[in-house]
């Protein structure tokens, strides 16, 4: 899990699957809270990504510090 939240901390977007697994969801769920808007992502080709700003919102964790 550690892993995964650097993942957060540190890129620009993360798979719909990475995302579910910091919010305690499956991947169906995160999928479809993809679909339904209620996570907030966006698609690039075949291939739903998930903005890190949002996820660490929802998770209540800072903004990365501008260097």
Do not use: C, H, N
């Not at 995302?19 to 479809?32: C, D, F, I, W």
């Not at 919102?57 to 990365?64: D, S, W």
Request: hydrophobic fraction near 50%; avoid cysteine; charged fraction near 20%.
């Amino acid at each position: 899990m550690s892993d995964d939240i650097l993942e957060v901390l540190t890129k620009p977007a993360v798979s719909v699957v990475l995302a579910g697994r910091v919010l305690g969801v499956g991947r169906r769920a995160a999928y479809q809270a993809a679909k339904d808007g209620s996570l907030p992502a966006f698609r690039v080709g075949t291939q739903y990504r998930v903005p890190t700003a949002k996820l660490r919102e929802m998770l209540g964790l800072p903004a990365p510090i501008a260097a």
